[in-house]
């Protein structure tokens, strides 16, 4: 009989072992990878989402403040004397009026990399709205955002 001593122990995982533990891995691999696979596309909705609000809002500022929709997204951020009426209409806005800056930049959209669309005819004056074509991952189109 061979006296048992740890010389002798051979140290190592069997390959059923190794084998196991790959599997394990593979699991939760195969369970996490998904729910960080289109992370991306939701941190830019989100972020046109917030700015598309945060333009809108300094909109109704600029609005409540002057009586009028600023010309274009510019005047949010720079001293004008030029506004739009809701039909419209070009008026010009008086300086007390003014109480500015809105916005210290205009942001850009996310998804599409530009500039947000800005509605200066009668039936949307004042409206923003995403540049980005497609839709969003709630299956709304981002132009109607």
Do not use: H
Request: hydrophobic share 45%; net charge positive.
């Amino acid at each position: 009989m061979q006296k048992v001593t740890l010389r002798n122990i051979k140290k190592g995982f069997t390959l059923v072992e190794l084998l196991i533990v790959i599997i394990i891995i593979a699991v939760l691999a195969a369970i996490a990878i998904p729910k960080f696979s289109n992370s991306s596309q939701r941190s830019k909705g989100s972020s046109l989402r917030a700015n598309v609000k945060l333009v809108r809002n300094a909109i109704d500022l600029f609005r409540a403040d002057t009586g009028a929709f600023p010309a274009n997204m510019a005047g949010l951020t720079t001293s004008t004397t030029a506004g739009l009426s809701a039909a419209a209409a070009a008026c010009t806005i008086a300086a007390t009026d003014w109480r500015g800056p809105y916005l210290q930049a205009i942001p850009v959209d996310p998804v599409s990399g530009s500039a947000m669309t800005y509605g200066t005819a009668a039936a949307d004056v004042g409206t923003v709205k995403s540049s980005a074509t497609g839709n969003g991952l709630d299956g709304t189109a981002y132009s109607t955002w």
